[in-house]
Structures are given as structure tokens and as C-alpha cells.
């Protein structure tokens, strides 16, 4: 391994001695050029992979995932809210494996060595790297509400990793007789997609509107404000009239205790709810693999340097995704995939030895209220004085003043936003 | 960098037995224990210079929980404790709080009496933007706890912030105790009253400041004894919201009393029995 | 197909480094980092699969008149365009004018 990378700084300087400076790729294409292996092939993980291979495609680029296909947790709302089906969220690896070269190990990660630079498959298996970068999104932290642990979850979903929880959570609203509630329990910061669940919950409103009128949605949170919050409470009184009742932190809306088996909920003052269909979003923490690789903070995230997003902690590790402290860039797939391609940027100039160039980021988070009434909020990130920051005066909400056009050309946009994001992560077309 | 490795093992502790282990442990608290903060963020901070009014504050025991980065700068949960040994018949009088990058840094003072049981306060502040929070903690014996611990400010790129407070509940309260307490047993108490907490600070849509209007004062009581107070500033989040303890000899009536700078006030009241 | 449009691209972001000036020479070498966010919406390479306009191959001309006309918010019922383009200073822009002008589509 050391003689691949000494071999690599000298093939280095000497693409640097040649006139083409802006085609270093050419110098790197004459050799093996090191290999990285990705965890998790999400939005953040299969960017890089193809980032990585778009830059060089002599570096050897190990994917380990645990499903053979991803299922996106955007748009698993509209799915809920009856303007999908579900195959349509899905997709697959193959052109990061035919197109572009990816080696695919279908598989669990649950062990990292940062000294020995090997990452441990459950099935045993042991795969070295020269860089790893980790995308393992969140993982729940059983337990920080009382009685919400995995056995729970299969009566009372979170449906926050988009899948079977997903597919349970529609089935029950489907059972769901007319007239019943639906309660939504909402999480404290950070946690993954900060307008998830009040997109949720418009589209959940948008299924009974059309099929179950009477029925009545509670959303108890454990914040005082929600991103982009005018705009959907404005929304619901338009689309859903009362449908929908949002309790807020300080007006008893903290849950902290669940009864599967009753199906209730009890929030922080001792009010119980009674819900027909239940879904906790739970608190959450980075995925598992990145506690076992030492990457993690006391929070349970980890810390990264915003320039690579390598790890603060161990060499040779990048995170990206919602498992990193990035603030305040969301945890959404938008912010996964930019990130994914500073990562690849990074790690294809580290075998090179080259400085990476300076990286900038950008979000747009579209929701859905309705079918025809989109909004979004965009923002534009870079790094000073060692933090991610964005400029003054730049990005913001869509306006609140904005007429059915507006909201119609969004809704519009964010499925376009979703069919270019999927293509640019994954390659493949939806289904 | 939280100095919270010990709240756990102390958590189960009644006040009694914790006494007695600070009185086995009193022995060395003068000295040992005894490191005098010479460099802090607290050095710099003039009110907090003036609570201390010549003291050498030390720089353990006073725990700040705080998260390390913060995503609504409006509403920041903060949990204050103290984890000390104490001397015979030493105990924790009050915890100052401040937040030196708010205009106003004195966010709040709560006074703690033997009924209180545990010198510790969960609370929601404001955070104008990252800086180093600061807790001061008094003791009887005339030492100074100091704590600090810097927490980032950032606004999440999907948040907006909700500038209108709606005054239909404002002055409702919530209180959860516990109904039923051992004897020796520590209790939680939570409170909240709907209280848009103005800082005076702030405009309204069409430009004008709105006048402050706070929240200044929070005691309770049990039966006519005093068990935990607070005076509340400018830096205390909307819907003030506190979370104390209490350790009652005998059962009785929890009465709180919420009180603005305008005189107005609000009362709750809890029943608890002891057995 | 792709790779020889990668290497066509890198050929001439190489030529337009060394002929330009300086400054946007050296922000140029940047140009992928910058326009990484782009294909998040606009697609790989800014060919666009769906509802979202292609940028890939557009004249520097047009790319750079839009683009200062959504930060200057000179387009109406422009969504959130006038949003981002107001994060990137002018030479940003210029930049990222050039990197999509020189992409085939």
C-alpha cells in the first residue's frame, strides 16, 4: 500500500511538470490509482462512488450495501399520499456497476479498522481500503421514548427509512376506517428532512381528502417552529381546512411515552392520545457503522472537516449525509448528494496530490401540500473561517404572497427535482 | 467537554445520603478539588464579574448540558446541575445563568431551599448567536461554582423562524408533579406557561418595536414553604418553561406562582402525597 | 459515449484556463466543484431527464444573461433560481456560465 502511494505522488509531480495542468486525469489514468470503499449507497454513497469514477476511473471503488435496491425516503410521502407507487421511489445499482465500474458487494458493514484501514462485513468477509468514506445515514435511538423500541415499530411505524416501514404505515391508512386519527408524533432537531413530516401529514392529508374525508390528523411536536412553517400551515388551511391540528412543544405536544398495544401516546405533561394510526419519527442518531468506525461525537453524529468532509476523528474516513454535523446544511438527500461530490473531489486530488479546489454546496428542499401546491426552501453554503456558512441575503422559502401558479409550477419542479436527483445519484430511471 | 460523568451515579441519590458522601468527601473539597478557574470566558463577562463581586470562582462541579450545535437559536434546552461534594451542611443557594453574546446576558437565577432536593434546572433560553454559555453556582459556604460550555449557533437551512406568538393561550399553564412521593424520594416537576416572553428587542411586521413584556418571576411552594424560585430575563425562550425538583417531608399543595413585569400573574397547583 | 464528452470537456475548460485571464482562470479549475449542486436538479452534466430545464451546451451568452437576471430578480415568477444565484458572486457565475457553455449536450 505504501509503495502504491509513493507511486502515486511521483505520478503526481510528474503531471504536474507537463503543460496539461487541467488534465491531471490523463497522468492518473496510466495506473492503478487506489482504491475506496463506500458505505451505504444512498444518496451521499452512490454520488461519490460515480463522482469518484466520472474523475478517475483507474481508482478502484468498492460499494457495500446492505439492499440490492434503495429506496428513497423523498417522495415516500407522496407514495403515502397516493400519488405514487412505491416501485417508482426505488433504484437500482446498475449502472454505477455496468456504466461506470463499481464493484457492488451486497452486504451489512459492522466493523471498521481506521489503523489497519479494513472494513468487516457480517458475513465475515474483510475488505481493505486507502480511503473509506461512510454514508450511513440515521439510525433511531430505541428507547428515548418510552415503550418505542424495533418491536414497536412493527405496530406503530416510523417509516423514516423509506421500505417495509413505509409499506406498513400505507397499509394501516388504507385499514383505516373514515373518520378515524392519524397521529404524527414529530422529533426535536437534528433528525433527517426537517419538512418531512409536515410534508407527511399534508399528503396523508391529501389520501383522506380523497378517500376518507372525516378523519382528523393530530401532530404533536417536539419543536416551537418547523421549516417552513408559514408557508404549510397556509397551505393546510387552504388544501385541508382543520383536518390537520399542529401542537406545538410549548402547547404539550412532546411525546414521551408509547403504548403500542392501547395505541396511545403521552406527551411531556400527561395528556394521553388515542390514534387509529400511529407514526412516531423518532429521535435519531448517525447510522451504526460510524459509531463502530469511531466517528461519531457525544450527540451521536459526527464531526467532519467541511472543506473534504473527512473525519475530525480518524484519517482516511469521509462521512457524508445526515449522519454528519453540517449545520446548517439540512440532513436531505439534496445536501447527501452535494456532499457526496466534494467527498469524491477530495479524495480523487488526495491520490493525486493535489489540493482540492474550494467547495461550495447548494440545498433545495421542494415539499408537496398538495398535488398541484409545491414550496421550497434553497440555500447556498460554503466554508469560512472553517464552518459551513451560507451568504447573507441569498437562498430563503418561496414567498408567502405566491399565487396557484407559483405553487403549481413548484409541485412541478419538485418532480423534476426528483427525477434529476435519482438520475444523478443512481443513473437508473425510475420504474 | 461536558464535566457530567458523575450526574448519573448521583442521579438516584436521595439529598440526604448525598450529603453524607459530601460530608466524607469534605475533607479534601477545600483543596484538591479546589482549582481556581484563571482563564474562562467568565473573566470577560461584566455581570457576571459583578455576581461574583471579588470571588475566586472554581471551576468544577457546575455542569452545563447543552447541545453542541444548535439549530433554533430561539429555543435552546439547557440542562444546569451541580456535581460536587458538599461540606457538612453545605449546600447550593442559586445557579446564575448567562448567555454573553445576547444583548442582555443575564438570562436567569434560580434559588433552591432543602425542600428543592437537587440543585438542578432543565430550561429553553435564547441564543442570539454561538457564543460560550456561562453558569455560576453559589454556594452557602460562600464558594463559587463556574461552568461554561460553547454552543454553536446556526439556523437549519429549512428553517423559518415563526415571528407572531398567538395570545389565545398566553397565561395558560402546565404542571406536571408527582402525585405520589416516598418518603426521601427526589420528584420532577415540570412547568410551562404560554408567555411570549418579549425581549423588547424585536420588531413587529410593520416595523414598530414591541414593547417588552416578561415573565420575571416563578416560585413555588408547598404547603406555604418555600421550595425553588427563579428570576427570569430577556434570554428565557417564549413559553418559559422550567423543570425542577422537589423533595417533600410531608405531602401537601404544590402552589406556583408566575408573575409579569407588569404585575399580572397566573397560579397552578399540584397535590403530592408522602408515604 | 460519456467518457469521450468528459474528456471533450476537460479539453476545452484546459484551453479556456490558459487563455483566460487569471482570475477566472484559476476559478475555472473549480468549475466541476462549483457546479456540483446544479445536476441535483438539473442533471448530470446539466442534461436534464425530467421537467427541469437542460442547461448542458447552452451559449455562455444566454447561460450568463440568465443567470445574472435571476440574481438581480429581473425574472418574473422565477422560483427558486433568484434564491440560489444570489449565493454566488458575479465571477460564480461567469464560472459556471462557461463550465455548462462547454459541455455537449
Keep these: 500500500m505504501i509503495n502504491r502511494r509513493s507511486i502515486l505522488k511521483s505520478m503526481g509531480a510528474v503531471a504536474l511538470a507537463t503543460p496539461v495542468l487541467s488534465l491531471p486525469s490523463i497522468g492518473r489514468a496510466q495506473g492503478a490509482a487506489g482504491r475506496v470503499v463506500i458505505v451505504g449507497g444512498g444518496f451521499g454513497g452512490a454520488t461519490a462512488a460515480k463522482y469518484i469514477k466520472r474523475a478517475n476511473p483507474n481508482i478502484d471503488v468498492t460499494l457495500i450495501e446492505a439492499s440490492g435496491r434503495f429506496y428513497t425516503c423523498p417522495f415516500s410521502n407522496l407514495y403515502l399520499g397516493g400519488l405514487r407507487e412505491f416501485e417508482s421511489i426505488g433504484h437500482s445499482f446498475d449502472e454505477l456497476t455496468d456504466v461506470y465500474g463499481v464493484n457492488l458487494v451486497t452486504g451489512w458493514a459492522e466493523g471498521v479498522d481506521g489503523d489497519a484501514h479494513t472494513v468487516t462485513l457480517a458475513s465475515g468477509d474483510v475488505i481493505e481500503y486507502d480511503k473509506l468514506l461512510l454514508s450511513p445515514g440515521v439510525d433511531m435511538r430505541w428507547g428515548a421514548i418510552e415503550g418505542y423500541d424495533e418491536a414497536a415499530a412493527e405496530i406503530i411505524p416510523h417509516a423514516w427509512k423509506a421500505g417495509p416501514q413505509t409499506q406498513l404505515l400505507k397499509s394501516q391508512l388504507e385499514a383505516m376506517d373514515d373518520g378515524g386519527t392519524f397521529i404524527l408524533s414529530s422529533p426535536p432537531d437534528p433528525f433527517r428532512c426537517p419538512p418531512g413530516p409536515y410534508e407527511r401529514v399534508s399528503m396523508i392529508a391529501n389520501y383522506f381528502k380523497n378517500n376518507k374525508p372525516n378523519s382528523k390528523i393530530l401532530l404533536l411536536d417536539s419543536k416551537d417552529a418547523f421549516s417552513k412553517q408559514g408557508l404549510f400551515q397556509a397551505g393546510w388551511d387552504a388544501l385541508y381546512g382543520d383536518m390537520i391540528e399542529w401542537v406545538s412543544l410549548s402547547n404539550d405536544g412532546e411525546v414521551i411515552r408509547v403504548d403500542p398495544e392501547a395505541m396511545e401516546v403521552e406527551t411531556a405533561f400527561g395528556e394521553i392520545h388515542r390514534g387509529d394510526v400511529i407514526n412516531i419519527v423518532p429521535p435519531q442518531k448517525a447510522g451504526a457503522i460510524a459509531d463502530a468506525a469511531g466517528v461519531t461525537n457525544e450527540g451521536g453524529w459526527v464531526p467532519i472537516k467541511p472543506d473534504t468532509f473527512e473525519s475530525q476523528l480518524v484519517d482516511d474516513i469521509y462521512v457524508v449525509g445526515d449522519a454528519t454535523v453540517a449545520a446548517p446544511m439540512p440532513k436531505s438527500g439534496f445536501s447527501a448528494n452535494a456532499q457526496g461530490k466534494v467527498a469524491a473531489a477530495a479524495i480523487v486530488a488526495s491520490f493525486a496530490g493535489e489540493d482540492v479546489g474550494t467547495p461550495s454546496w447548494a440545498n433545495t428542499c421542494y415539499s408537496l401540500i398538495g398535488p398541484e401546491y409545491g414550496i421550497s426552501v434553497a440555500a447556498v453554503y460554503r466554508v469560512e473561517d472553517g464552518a459551513i456558512t451560507t451568504l447573507e441575503g441569498s437562498g430563503g422559502v418561496s414567498p408567502a404572497d405566491a399565487d396557484e401558479d407559483f405553487r403549481r409550477r413548484e409541485a412541478i419542479y419538485a418532480v423534476g427535482w426528483y427525477d434529476a436527483i435519482t438520475q444523478d445519484t443512481w443513473g437508473s430511471s425510475p420504474a | ?275 | 459515449m460519456r467518457k469521450s464528452r468528459l474528456m471533450a470537456t476537460g479539453l476545452m475548460a484546459a484551453t479556456l484556463a490558459i487563455s483566460a485571464f487569471s482570475g477566472v482562470a484559476q476559478a475555472q479549475d473549480n468549475g466541476a466543484l462549483l457546479a456540483g449542486p446544479c445536476a441535483s436538479c438539473h442533471g448530470t452534466d446539466g442534461v436534464s431527464p425530467g421537467s427541469i430545464p437542460s442547461i448542458a451546451g447552452q451559449p455562455y451568452a444566454v447561460l450568463i444573461a440568465q443567470l445574472n437576471a435571476f440574481k438581480a430578480g429581473e425574472i418574473p415568477g422565477a422560483t427558486v433560481m433568484t434564491r440560489l444565484a444570489r449565493g454566488y458572486t458575479d465571477e460564480e457565475l461567469e464560472v459556471l456560465a462557461h463550465y455548462f457553455s462547454e459541455i455537449e449536450p
Design chain 2, 1 to 275: 467537554m461536558k464535566a457530567n460523568i458523575m450526574t448519573n451515579s448521583t442521579a438516584g441519590l436521595s439529598r440526604r445520603s448525598a450529603l453524607v458522601l459530601g460530608g466524607a468527601a469534605a475533607v479534601f473539597s477545600l483543596s484538591p478539588l479546589g482549582a481556581v478557574a484563571n482563564t474562562g470566558t467568565w473573566q470577560r463577562v461584566d455581570e457576571v464579574l459583578a455576581v461574583l463581586d471579588g470571588a475566586d470562582p472554581i471551576a468544577q462541579g457546575m455542569v452545563l448540558d447543552l447541545p453542541l450545535v444548535s439549530e433554533n437559536g430561539a429555543s435552546v434546552q439547557v440542562n444546569l446541575s451541580v456535581d460536587r461534594p458538599m461540606a457538612d451542611g453545605e449546600f447550593v443557594e442559586s445557579i446564575h445563568l448567562f448567555a454573553p453574546g445576547n444583548p442582555y446576558p443575564e438570562i436567569a437565577t434560580y434559588h433552591f431551599t432543602p425542600l428543592s432536593g437537587r440543585p438542578a434546572v432543565e430550561t429553553r433560553i435564547r441564543l442570539n448567536e454561538t457564543q460560550t454559555v456561562i453558569a455560576l453556582a453559589k454556594l452557602s459556604s460562600g464558594a463559587v461554582l463556574v461552568g461554561e460550555q460553547e454552543v454553536r449557533v446556526t439556523t437549519s437551512g429549512c428553517l423559518t423562524d415563526a415571528d407572531t406568538y398567538d395570545t389565545a393561550n398566553e397565561f395558560q399553564t402546565r404542571v406536571r408533579a408527582p402525585e405520589v412521593l416516598a418518603t426521601g424520594d427526589i420528584g420532577e416537576v415540570l412547568t410551562i406557561i404560554n408567555h411570549p416572553q418579549e425581549s423588547g428587542l424585536r420588531t413587529d411586521a410593520s416595523g414598530d418595536m414591541v414593547p417588552m413584556r416578561l415573565i420575571e418571576r416563578f416560585e413555588a411552594t408547598l404547603n406555604g414553604e418555600p421550595v425553588f424560585s427563579a428570576d427570569l430575563n430577556r434570554s428565557v425562550a417564549t413559553n418559559p418553561y422550567i423543570k425542577f425538583h422537589i423533595a417533600p417531608q410531608a405531602g401537601g399543595t404544590l402552589e406556583l406562582i408566575w408573575t409579569e413585569d407588569t404585575g399580572e400573574s397566573a397560579q397552578a397547583s399540584a397535590e403530592i402525597s408522602v408515604s
